[in-house]
């Protein structure tokens, strides 16, 4: 399978009339940066302050909310993108010398991917998925399997959060 890491890497964004380049971009405030900051201000990802991230059989008394949880694997993804990005530049050098790509471009990409890997999601993590998926299989939810197409009910009976 061969990568179109032109077309992965874009910067052009909804609304946009033309394309941007990784050359032409401010260094002080990068576009894939600018991502991230949309995630951060964005009431869907404020919302995660409210819903608590279960750790199973915990030692610990702390609770984890769903944001702490986004922000410290946001950190944890931009070290391991800053890495991958290293690789790829060298494996593939005319993403930097043509467009101007940078190892930290990448850090950037997968700290708002992972900024972002919760919202939506329901509380209670997997447990959440779980309950949701038994309501539809043998709970009250059973009834609305007629106003569904058959995937549309499975996908509910095997809901999964971040499909």
Same mark, same amino acid.
Do not use: M, W
């Given at each position: 399978l061969l990568m179109k890491w032109e077309q992965l890497l874009s910067l052009k964004?909804? @609304?946009?009339?033309? *394309? %941007?380049?990784r050359k032409e971009q401010d260094e002080t405030r990068l576009g894939f940066e600018?991502?991230?900051d949309r995630v951060i201000f964005s009431s869907?990802? %404020?919302?995660?302050?409210?819903?608590?991230?279960?750790?199973? $059989?915990? &030692? !610990?008394? =702390?609770?984890?909310? %769903? $944001? !702490?949880?986004?922000?410290e694997v946001s950190v944890v993804g931009r070290s391991l993108g800053r890495i991958v990005g290293t690789k790829l530049l060298e494996k593939y050098p005319h993403l930097k010398e043509v467009h101007g790509f940078q190892f930290n471009d990448f850090g950037a990409i997968v700290a708002a991917a992972a900024l972002a890997h919760d919202i939506g999601n329901p509380p209670? +993590?997997?447990? +959440?998925? &779980?309950?949701?998926?038994?309501? =539809?299989?043998? @709970?009250?939810?059973? #009834?609305?399997?007629?106003?569904? !197409?058959? *995937?549309?009910? #499975?996908?509910?009976?095997? =809901?999964?959060?971040?499909?």
């Open positions: 964004r909804y @609304g946009d009339t033309h *394309k %941007r380049l600018v991502d991230y869907a990802f %404020r919302s995660l302050q409210d819903k608590t991230q279960v750790v199973p $059989l915990s &030692k !610990t008394d =702390f609770v984890h909310t %769903r $944001l !702490t949880h986004s922000l209670f +993590g997997h447990s +959440g998925e &779980k309950a949701i998926g038994e309501y =539809f299989k043998i @709970g009250k939810g059973t #009834q609305f399997q007629s106003q569904l !197409t058959p *995937k549309e009910y #499975q996908d509910l009976c095997d =809901f999964e959060g971040n499909a």
